[in-house]
């Protein structure tokens, strides 16, 4: 109303809606769904990679070839048919390396984002229920969380525990859970004070019905969007630690890997890292759009 | 040509919103004429279209709605037509408008003092000192006490009684002709809506300013029109004087309505609310809109639109737009 | 305590009584300054004592601050108070240990004012209605079910919309579907606050019919908080006038309607708007000047005194006048009418 207000008080030439074209307001709202359609293309190409990946990768990443390592695209001189994105150092073909590479990136991704999705949304219900005690001591140790380098946890996590699939979800889980408790935690402090709160306490509702039948629904649409977005962090972290050689280790393909191994010879043979580069880009360029999509989505003041 | 002695003259307005649901009607066919100088009523219930009759004065529909057909003569000039450079001009200057909610209205982060001062300069070419002086004649023109030391308040340090005499200062200081109050006293509580309306009576006399006031209490309607029109549905179903449409209201939404009111005394009787529901305004059914909850409906009030008939005198109209009255049809929509 | 000698002694355990309070308060701190000190209170409620009979209505009424919508949170112990005694049916609620509390809460319910906020939106409106039943472990799935389209009809909704979320209904069905939940569990008293504010005139009597309704038929207590007069005059039995935190009258509806005594409750019933216009312009109408004091400064002695009408003098700014008993269950607390007498 405030600016319907200042428009009567006289604002700025044309803040005329009436005078506002229709066309814009319609472009508007496609590139809105847009994004949600390429996030969801993209997201579901990655998916079924992961999961079809014998069915569709054209051959076995691990098998290696003296003589055909570091050949070039098809495309190029020098090129096979066999070998469309070209093979790497090994002469292990890139895009049968890159199609099996999904799935680290899915397994990692998904499970690390379900462990940390849930320690950190258990914690930050109950931090923000309880906000004056535990809320308090819970809130510190998230502080103390999200001030550490990623990197630098796990090198010290991975220090100790080692490497390897499991412990990789770990430390990604470890590093993440801090961002949905923070975000919980806020949600639930503002959901405890509406209306139908005290009236379910009224009602004769425990502490513990609350939290979960009617406060827990109300706060999940905006951990929902964060966990979209925690995609994109779960794969650049993921290639980022595998590159550093915390991560996966090798022969198991990974994006990550690719890169670090590709790097060494982006000199002779540009497309290892390329592809595998432009394979994280996609990734986590869809998972942006599809969580600012969702976030649009499910906030009822616009008209999506 | 309309006619020259009315301020403010809307003919056949129709401001339709176009949503996902369907096409809103939210304001269907509303023709109504402002005197200068008096006070005009416009009430309903929520979803009447109340709001949107004001905002449509001021062209400040927004999206997606659209002002669809109609024209709207301030001092017989179409407004419509306008370039919004002009429109500019004319809210606040000429047609200024007060809110409902106080809080949501004014900035919290400037002092109102800077507020008004804003609005003066945005329609004036004064200096920041003269502009000043005028706004603390305004806050004391609304009963403020201590003005001098109050334009330097934010609106926060007022209570809400006060928040909206703040409003109706910044809305007076840029000195319109006409006032548009959108049920500025809903938040209040009674005592203070008591004061508030005394107010602009008080403004009336003292500025002579012609005030169009939506409203869904009939009480208000009572204490502060010369004439009200009642809206249902997006049309004006009854208008005339107010002692007429509340004494001996002719339709039977307006009378329906009137008896729904606990009043005084009713203790020992039955109040008997009107059955059913306001009509989906995106599904219009033809015929009179009130029909489906009619008590005294005939055939043929659902055959086709209804007509406004004039059961008044030709200065005093007391128009109604129901078929229990066929007679006389209103044909200027001068006497409106 | 002069009002106990003239008050509440008669009344007191009176088995009529359903709700019995006495000297009730409730200070909330204010804190401020760089270190957070309690730099003041707001005595929303101070030392007020009434009773509630069985199966009446009785009403409460005044303007923001005086503290009516903290009293029903104080019956339902949703706030807790900070002194005072609160019986029910004879009972002490205050010393009722955490699991009979929740037992109470089936005798025990509320209204809430918003129908916008005070229904969870992504909780189907059967499953609200149900859920106090759920909560109070009352009774199993098939008799609950039974349960939520019984109440669903009585309040007037269509018991197949049971599936359907708050925002497909309107302000005055969602007000139903509150009290639907309030009745759910055959509750002795419901404390309505502020039941039809937010409502339309249509919506505003349908429901006031439903609360006169819950009396007759179903023969449950109701405390109803308003602002509106008119309504507040329709529906109860009793009504009560508070202002900053003190009752300031008490009377039978009728009585209090037609001869109010106290300049606070003569103002209130001067702003009540007419809808006779020709009356709307005659009539005498007592203006009170200023605005309501802040809760966090209330005047001294009688909290009315810096705006009433006939304002006496010191004694007015010296102490808090006592609740008086006029007769025929009528109660002001005001020097200038008890010292001229009825």
Same mark, same amino acid.
């Given at each position: 109303?405030?600016?319907?207000?200042?428009?009567?008080?006289?604002?700025?030439?044309?803040?005329?809606?009436?005078?506002?074209?229709?066309?814009?307001?319609?472009?508007?709202?496609?590139?809105?769904?847009?994004?949600?359609?390429?996030?969801?293309?993209?997201?579901?190409?990655?998916?079924?990679?992961?999961?079809?990946?014998?069915?569709?990768?054209?051959?076995?990443?691990?098998?290696?070839?003296?003589?055909?390592?570091?050949?070039?695209?098809?495309?190029?001189?020098?090129?096979?048919?066999?070998?469309?994105?070209?093979?790497?150092?090994?002469?292990?073909?890139?895009?049968?390396?890159?199609?099996?590479?999904?799935?680290?990136?899915?397994?990692?991704?998904?499970?690390?984002?379900?462990?940390?999705?849930?320690?950190?949304?258990?914690?930050?219900?109950?931090?923000?229920?309880?906000?004056?005690?535990?809320?308090?001591?819970?809130?510190?140790?998230?502080?103390?969380?999200?001030?550490?380098?990623?990197?630098?946890?796990?090198?010290?996590?991975?220090?100790?525990?080692?490497?390897?699939?499991?412990?990789?979800?770990?430390?990604?889980?470890?590093?993440?859970?801090?961002?949905?408790?923070?975000?919980?935690?806020?949600?639930?402090?503002?959901?405890?004070?509406?209306?139908?709160?005290?009236?379910?306490?009224?009602?004769?509702?425990?502490?513990?019905?609350?939290?979960?039948?009617?406060?827990?629904?109300?706060?999940?649409?905006?951990?929902?969007?964060?966990?979209?977005?925690?995609?994109?962090?779960?794969?650049?972290?993921?290639?980022?630690?595998?590159?550093?050689?915390?991560?996966?280790?090798?022969?198991?393909?990974?994006?990550?890997?690719?890169?670090?191994?590709?790097?060494?010879?982006?000199?002779?043979?540009?497309?290892?890292?390329?592809?595998?580069?432009?394979?994280?880009?996609?990734?986590?360029?869809?998972?942006?759009?599809?969580?600012?999509?969702?976030?649009?989505?499910?906030?009822?003041?616009?008209?999506? | 040509?309309?006619?020259?002695?009315?301020?403010?003259?809307?003919?056949?307005?129709?401001?339709?919103?176009?949503?996902?649901?369907?096409?809103?009607?939210?304001?269907?066919?509303?023709?109504?004429?402002?005197?200068?100088?008096?006070?005009?009523?416009?009430?309903?219930?929520?979803?009447?279209?109340?709001?949107?009759?004001?905002?449509?004065?001021?062209?400040?529909?927004?999206?997606?709605?659209?002002?669809?057909?109609?024209?709207?003569?301030?001092?017989?000039?179409?407004?419509?037509?306008?370039?919004?450079?002009?429109?500019?001009?004319?809210?606040?200057?000429?047609?200024?408008?007060?809110?409902?909610?106080?809080?949501?209205?004014?900035?919290?982060?400037?002092?109102?003092?800077?507020?008004?001062?804003?609005?003066?300069?945005?329609?004036?070419?004064?200096?920041?000192?003269?502009?000043?002086?005028?706004?603390?004649?305004?806050?004391?023109?609304?009963?403020?006490?201590?003005?001098?030391?109050?334009?330097?308040?934010?609106?926060?340090?007022?209570?809400?009684?006060?928040?909206?005499?703040?409003?109706?200062?910044?809305?007076?200081?840029?000195?319109?002709?006409?006032?548009?109050?959108?049920?500025?006293?809903?938040?209040?509580?009674?005592?203070?809506?008591?004061?508030?309306?005394?107010?602009?009576?008080?403004?009336?006399?003292?500025?002579?300013?012609?005030?169009?006031?939506?409203?869904?209490?009939?009480?208000?309607?009572?204490?502060?029109?010369?004439?009200?029109?009642?809206?249902?549905?997006?049309?004006?179903?009854?208008?005339?004087?107010?002692?007429?449409?509340?004494?001996?209201?002719?339709?039977?939404?307006?009378?329906?309505?009137?008896?729904?009111?606990?009043?005084?005394?009713?203790?020992?009787?039955?109040?008997?609310?009107?059955?059913?529901?306001?009509?989906?305004?995106?599904?219009?059914?033809?015929?009179?809109?009130?029909?489906?909850?009619?008590?005294?409906?005939?055939?043929?009030?659902?055959?086709?639109?209804?007509?406004?008939?004039?059961?008044?005198?030709?200065?005093?109209?007391?128009?109604?737009?129901?078929?229990?009255?066929?007679?006389?049809?209103?044909?200027?929509?001068?006497?409106? | 305590?002069?009002?106990?000698?003239?008050?509440?002694?008669?009344? $007191?355990?009176?088995?009529?009584?359903?709700?019995?309070?006495?000297?009730?308060?409730?200070?909330?701190?204010?804190?401020? +300054?760089?270190?957070?000190?309690?730099?003041?209170?707001?005595?929303?409620?101070? +030392?007020?004592?009434?009773?509630?009979?069985?199966?009446?209505?009785?009403?409460?009424?005044?303007?923001?601050?005086?503290?009516?919508?903290? *009293?029903?949170?104080?019956?339902?112990?949703?706030?807790?108070?900070?002194?005072?005694?609160?019986?029910?049916?004879?009972?002490?609620?205050?010393?009722?240990?955490?699991?009979?509390?929740? $037992?109470?809460?089936?005798?025990?319910?509320?209204?809430?004012?918003?129908?916008?906020?005070?229904?969870?939106?992504?909780?189907? *409106?059967?499953?609200?209605?149900?859920?106090?039943?759920?909560?109070?472990?009352?009774?199993?799935?098939?008799?609950?079910?039974?349960?939520?389209?019984?109440?669903?009809?009585?309040? +007037?909704?269509?018991?197949?919309?049971?599936?359907?979320?708050?925002?497909?209904?309107?302000?005055?069905?969602?007000?139903?579907?509150?009290?639907?939940?309030?009745?759910?569990?055959?509750?002795?008293?419901?404390?309505?606050?502020?039941?039809?504010?937010?409502?339309?005139?249509?919506?505003?009597?349908?429901?006031?019919?439903?609360?006169?309704?819950?009396?007759?038929?179903?023969?449950?207590?109701?405390?109803? *908080?308003?602002?509106?007069?008119?309504?507040?005059?329709?529906?109860?039995?009793?009504?009560?006038?508070?202002?900053?935190?003190?009752?300031?009258?008490?009377?039978?509806?009728?009585?209090?309607?037609?001869?109010?005594?106290?300049?606070?409750?003569?103002?209130?019933?001067?702003?009540?708007?007419?809808?006779?216009?020709?009356?709307?312009?005659?009539?005498?109408?007592?203006?009170?000047?200023?605005?309501?004091?802040?809760?966090?400064?209330?005047?001294?002695? !009688?909290?009315?005194?810096?705006? !009433?009408?006939?304002?006496?003098?010191?004694? !007015?700014?010296?102490?808090?006048?006592?609740?008086?008993?006029?007769?025929?269950?009528?109660?002001?607390? !005001?020097?200038?009418?008890?010292?001229?007498?009825?």
């Amino acid at each position: 109303m405030e600016e319907v207000q200042s428009k009567v008080m006289g604002g700025r030439q044309g803040d005329d809606p009436y005078a506002s074209p229709r066309w814009k307001q319609r472009l508007a709202k496609f590139s809105r769904n847009l994004k949600g359609i390429f996030g969801m293309l993209v997201i579901g190409a990655v998916l079924f990679c992961a999961i079809f990946s014998s069915l569709i990768a054209p051959q076995d990443p691990y098998t290696q070839s003296l003589e055909a390592r570091l050949a070039p695209p098809a495309w190029e001189k020098g090129g096979q048919k066999d070998h469309l994105l070209g093979t790497d150092h090994l002469g292990r073909d890139v895009l049968s390396r890159l199609i099996y590479g999904s799935r680290v990136s899915v397994i990692v991704g998904f499970s690390a984002i379900f462990v940390s999705g849930t320690i950190g949304v258990l914690l930050g219900l109950i931090a923000g229920y309880f906000s004056r005690i535990a809320g308090a001591i819970i809130m510190r140790i998230v502080d103390m969380f999200l001030s550490i380098p990623y990197v630098l946890m796990a090198i010290a996590v991975i220090a100790a525990i080692g490497t390897g699939l499991f412990n990789l979800i770990l430390v990604l889980a470890l590093t993440r859970w801090s961002h949905y408790a923070r975000i919980m935690n806020a949600t639930v402090i503002k959901i405890k004070e509406e209306e139908y709160i005290e009236a379910a306490r009224a009602r004769g509702n425990s502490s513990l019905r609350i939290m979960v039948r009617q406060i827990l629904p109300n706060a999940i649409p905006p951990i929902l969007v964060l966990a979209t977005l925690e995609l994109a962090f779960m794969i650049i972290m993921e290639a980022t630690l595998s590159f550093l050689g915390l991560g996966v280790q090798p022969p198991t393909p990974t994006w990550g890997l690719m890169s670090s191994e590709g790097r060494e010879y982006i000199t002779v043979a540009w497309w290892i890292i390329t592809f595998s580069g432009l394979a994280i880009v996609f990734t986590v360029l869809g998972a942006n759009l599809l969580g600012d999509w969702l976030r649009d989505i499910l906030d009822p003041r616009l008209k999506v | 040509m309309p006619a020259s002695q009315n301020i403010l003259e809307i003919q056949d307005l129709r401001t339709f919103f176009y949503t996902s649901r369907g096409v809103v009607k939210a304001v269907n066919n509303v023709s109504f004429a402002v005197k200068p100088g008096e006070i005009l009523g416009i009430a309903g219930e929520s979803g009447s279209g109340k709001t949107v009759v004001a905002l449509s004065i001021l062209r400040l529909i927004p999206f997606p709605g659209k002002i669809v057909s109609g024209e709207i003569f301030y001092k017989g000039e179409e407004l419509l037509r306008k370039p919004p450079s002009e429109m500019v001009k004319i809210r606040g200057a000429e047609i200024g408008m007060i809110f409902q909610d106080p809080m949501s209205s004014l900035n919290p982060v400037f002092t109102i003092g800077k507020q008004i001062v804003s609005a003066i300069q945005a329609h004036q070419k004064v200096s920041k000192e003269k502009a000043l002086e005028e706004a603390i004649r305004m806050v004391k023109a609304v009963n403020i006490p201590d003005p001098e030391r109050r334009v330097n308040a934010f609106q926060h340090e007022f209570s809400g009684g006060m928040k909206q005499r703040v409003m109706i200062a910044l809305a007076l200081s840029c000195h319109p002709r006409v006032l548009i109050a959108d049920n500025p006293t809903t938040a209040l509580d009674s005592t203070i809506q008591l004061q508030f309306l005394n107010l602009i009576l008080d403004l009336r006399k003292t500025y002579g300013m012609t005030i169009l006031y939506i409203t869904h209490d009939f009480g208000i309607a009572a204490k502060l029109c010369d004439r009200v029109a009642v809206l249902y549905a997006g049309e004006i179903i009854e208008i005339g004087s107010v002692f007429d449409v509340l004494k001996s209201p002719k339709h039977p939404y307006t009378r329906g309505l009137i008896d729904s009111y606990p009043t005084p005394g009713m203790r020992q009787k039955r109040i008997h609310p009107i059955e059913g529901k306001q009509p989906d305004l995106a599904f219009l059914p033809l015929g009179c809109r009130f029909a489906p909850r009619c008590k005294l409906v005939m055939p043929d009030c659902l055959a086709a639109d209804i007509e406004f008939f004039e059961t008044g005198t030709e200065e005093k109209g007391h128009g109604v737009r129901c078929l229990l009255y066929k007679g006389r049809k209103i044909e200027s929509r001068k006497s409106l | 305590m002069g009002f106990a000698a003239s008050y509440t002694k008669v009344e $007191k355990l009176n088995p009529e009584n359903l709700f019995e309070v006495i000297d009730l308060s409730k200070f909330f701190p204010v804190y401020g +300054g760089t270190f957070l000190k309690k730099i003041g209170e707001v005595r929303a409620v101070d +030392g007020i004592s009434f009773q509630i009979q069985k199966r009446e209505i009785l009403g409460l009424v005044g303007e923001s601050g005086c503290g009516k919508s903290t *009293v029903g949170r104080l019956l339902l112990r949703l706030i807790e108070p900070t002194t005072g005694t609160i019986l029910f049916e004879g009972q002490d609620l205050l010393a009722l240990p955490k699991q009979d509390l929740l $037992k109470m809460r089936k005798e025990i319910q509320m209204v809430f004012q918003d129908p916008f906020s005070s229904l969870n939106p992504r909780v189907s *409106v059967g499953q609200t209605i149900a859920d106090p039943l759920q909560s109070l472990k009352l009774e199993d799935h098939q008799a609950i079910e039974k349960r939520v389209r019984e109440m669903m009809t009585i309040v +007037g909704l269509d018991p197949s919309l049971e599936r359907k979320y708050p925002h497909e209904f309107s302000g005055g069905d969602r007000q139903r579907i509150g009290i639907a939940a309030a009745l759910a569990v055959n509750p002795k008293f419901i404390f309505f606050d502020e039941p039809v504010s937010a409502l339309d005139v249509s919506a505003q009597a349908q429901i006031l019919n439903l609360i006169r309704y819950i009396r007759d038929e179903l023969e449950i207590t109701v405390l109803i *908080v308003a602002h509106n007069l008119s309504v507040v005059e329709y529906v109860s039995d009793r009504v009560a006038v508070m202002y900053l935190g003190k009752i300031v009258e008490l009377a039978p509806t009728e009585l209090l309607y037609q001869t109010p005594r106290h300049p606070y409750t003569q103002a209130l019933m001067s702003a009540i708007p007419t809808l006779d216009p020709e009356e709307a312009r005659k009539r005498q109408e007592i203006v009170l000047r200023g605005e309501i004091p802040s809760p966090l400064n209330a005047p001294s002695g !009688c909290k009315f005194h810096t705006r !009433c009408q006939n304002f006496l003098g010191e004694v !007015c700014v010296q102490k808090d006048p006592p609740l008086t008993d006029l007769g025929n269950g009528h109660f002001v607390a !005001c020097y200038l009418v008890t010292s001229r007498g009825r």
